[in-house]
């Protein structure tokens, strides 16, 4: 919907178009108003009942829906023409910002990384000023249209310090043409210093995140609760945590399996002969294929959106060198799903859950 | 003050602004420069009361000051025109490197990284040299004018190497071209290379001045001081050192809470009924979201500028996985605060301190 | 083959090389496409034998297979007239990533930080509509051609926001600079993010790659045998993987050397006077330069395509440091080469392996 | 003397100054190169004495030399008019990298990544190959000057993966400008993806170099000779090389410190009064501004070239954490420099050593 509503209002801008199909298109653009609109409604009426309204509004999704909806009437009403008024939809855009993930993940490092982000944007301006001012000095002589007052150059630094560089104005004279090389290799190092704070940052915070996440799920899995805490933070930070819907295969048979998994929450069901094998949550599977050959047995499928928390080959062989007893107890019982599944195979009886 | 100055010089670049206001501009930069000039003097003054007049003038400070006073005289006196002489007023940009913080870090990381950045630049250096010789030799006899000298070709090569691409000289003959592409890849390279020394430098510099603020604070704070020292140690690469100033907001109620905070300087109100508490230095507060369920139970406000030690909930649990007794004086205090909180509500009597 | 395939099919799009050449491009290209096909076949039939027709169509190296021989065919079938069929053999790049190792790695880390990136997408998406609906308006009025409608300006945006800067729009306005200036520094933002999550990402994956490479290989040499399972996961971290062919040079005497090999599959031979030794999987050379001298004493090379782990000096030295049995064991093994070394010098007798 | 010969190599190619100076400029040149064959002669014979003539020509240094100093000699007797011969010179930059240190290090992180790194390459091809295919076709038709051939398409798509852009060939169809966004965003991935390999590398690299260069000196130092081998790997990552020449300043009274310092070879004297003190190799200083307050007492010289490990604070206080019995000695030592100081000061007597 919100591709569509995007795509009309930008093909509304084009005078062609406008004048052939403005009509369809206005409607087209009427009709995605009023969704966006019955469901910012829905949204508020459930956050007003758990939360109020105050809240609500004060958020940045009240804010993305309130603005989603008003900005175009309002634009109408001021008597802006129709094509420029829809030109506010194009705020519809933010909504992409509550429908992806991890928004606040970004944010965070975005404040958290705030001071030296800063030292570099005033590096960046100090660059930026003193470059205009001597390439002003330099090039006005030489091309009075082009460098004829600060604020040009100051575009041209801009332009020449993010890399950009457009080729509409361009120094011709030496010292120019220095000046334009220092700046272009201080736009480089300042780059690098960007990247290079935003992946301090993001990497501290990936892992803090994933951290907390995983904690919870951690505590509800039976399996570990008899390691002592300082095993569980170890395999907390070795875990990670994926969202599964309903009826999706996880384990294929025949695939080569390279980690195990456990069931935070939700169900699965193993397909073993003579009849299928569920799993709840507090349970694990998958193991088989890290203890012996590394092929998987059994196809795996959930019957219920589920949680599992996924533990990768190569942390499981340092968890299990670290803590003995966890490969032994994981080990007993891959053992004890192997003899259920041969007898089965022999005699056809209750569940055994091999993968 | 900087920005209306900045501002003033560079609209006083413009003709038109400088025919039409430009009594109005001069006036705006002589009062700037008179601010700027008794702001220094001001800090001349306490410094010189401190440390000497002779470190100060040698300090980056006060060199950055008597630059941003002086230099706009001097042009005057020496004979230039007045915008162009106002043009050195860019240098009071310089005051941005006094201002902001972290300027110090980002030093340290390029003065650490000095070896291998040369070591960039010179591969910088071999590839643009060698290239324009190439460039120079396939493409002078097509593009005379664009090509006709090194120095062209050199100019070209930078914009190349950089990926700025102005476009205004581009290679036109198959040899120039192929030269070209290996050009820019090797511009991303260099890129790369730059990117991954200072994101290196830049870690580890980080994490050492993270250590080196908190720990003299975490030695003010009693609580730690029965850790041994390697749990301070870890407990220090931990903490992130937080200023306040006074009567902020820090905690919420009904927020979200993921991280407890220690108190190194100050003091905070715990606004508890039914009269608010006050908590000094050396104590802690918001440990009950992290012990118990996450909502935070009291706002808690700052009454004089504080400095905060914060402890996030990830590390919260890793550090009291490997310290069982630190969680357990943590969790006792909470335990009593809790206690005292109850009572209170039906009692009212003396300070408590949930959160 | 895929060079000269690919250098037919590009040089057959130049009018000129067509007219004077094109029979000759053509008899290249379908020779090309013979190669191909055979090669496929034969490919086919191997997958076939071993794993089932199905999986190998729908492998990545079936569709690519298949692309490769029928999308020209095909294309001349349908009527297309020749240099154009013959442009769907772009495709044949295509078998780059048969070819080169280490794609499914790099495809892991897209999958892994999928989350982060599609955020860092959304960023992209939002910044490019927004700004390119304020450039809109503020510069359709003065330049009508180049900003006359929405998807003009968003062409604009996607070559500001990705600092590319053709410079074909330019913005004029001083709004349109401001917002320029703006969307050019996020596209920094956004490209230092997206570097940083794929950094983390692959830093991450590298790790687990390595390790679980080294792991089965570590289980196959004796030496590690003795060791308990938390050091041979610390060795496995450190070890690298060698695959060398047959007859190559490993150690030249006389070299400074930084690294022990522990061989774990193959042979090398290790030229000693009297008479050359050989050294069989699961034994180990080199080790006499980290214990000594750092130069190496004798030639190594390899009798037969061989696997050898690398142990750097660094690791080598916090290697012995955490565990002084496995130095005690290496530093005895090398005693015993040099003294054998000795006496062979002085006695010529049976093999010793110095190195 | 390189950056002479090569401004005037530089200077030879402008015809203006050919004209005017071009005498001038030979004579320049001429002399530059018979500098540089002295000095590679002597050179060579230095290492025909150490290594033999062969070793010397096969290695980097030689060949370098060999080229810079015959390319001009044999381009000018192959008939090759003056200069363009001369540019020849501008190979004499490749010294650079006999200068410059570290080479060898970024080096090896190429050789280390090279199959992640041709990974990169192979998707850069395909994107390459593939999206100026269909470039070709999109714009043949609008544009068949920019666009007429697939290598004309080629140039444009490697100028636009790399975010150059110059901006000479410019899509200007709606499908065409659809691939164009697609290969920048392909651009800033693929540039991400690099940066994030040679920043993976070089870090590793970068503490590997860092642990090998200490490690002998450390070994040197008897102060660390009592610490049992695990400690001794942990100092070893946390100390850092410094090079000092002769009758430097190291550390200046009244000046914060922040770090303390090893003698690995050299001597430094420290100007306490009466007279100065002498401290030779294996002996340290600095280490009171890290026990008690952070001012330095004394300035520090040395009186050779000295080779200097530095310990920093914050890993001196995590060294000092985790190994107690350091940081007595350390302490001891102190506080007897201290006393003795003290001493001193009533009764000038023999040397004493504070800092």
Known sequence: MLAIGLSAMTAYTIPDMQRSAGIWLAACLWACLAYFAIESAVRARLAMQSGGAKSYLLSGYGIVDLVGIFAVPIGLLCGLDSPTAWLWASLWILKLAQISPGFAQLGRVFVLEAKPLASVFAVFLIILFLSSAVMFLAER???????????????????????????????????????????????????????????????????????????????????FQSLDPS?????????????????????????????????????????????????????????????GDSVRTANVTTTMPSTLLILDLADFRTLTAHHPDLKRAIDAEGQRRMNENKQLREVPRSGAVPS
């Open 141 to 223: 002589g030489q091309q009075p249209n082009a460098f004829g007052s600060l604020p040009e150059a100051l575009w041209w630094a801009v332009v020449t310090l993010t890399t950009t560089g457009y080729g509409d104005k361009v120094p011709i004279t030496q010292l120019g043409r220095l000046v334009s090389g220092v700046v272009m290799i201080g736009g480089i190092a300042t780059f690098g210093l960007c990247t290079g704070i935003i992946a301090t940052g993001f990497a501290a915070e990936t892992r803090r995140r994933n951290f907390l996440q995983t904690w919870d799920l951690v505590s509800k899995v039976p399996f």
């Open 231 to 291: 095993a569980i933070t170890e395999i907390t930070h070795m875990l990670r945590r994926l969202e599964v819907p309903e009826r999706t295969a996880i384990i294929r048979r025949g695939k080569v399996g390279d980690c195990m998994y456990f069931i935070a929450a939700g169900e699965v069901q193993v397909d073993v002969k003579p009849e299928p094998v569920r799993l709840g949550a507090g349970t694990f599977f998958g193991e088989l294929a890290l203890l």
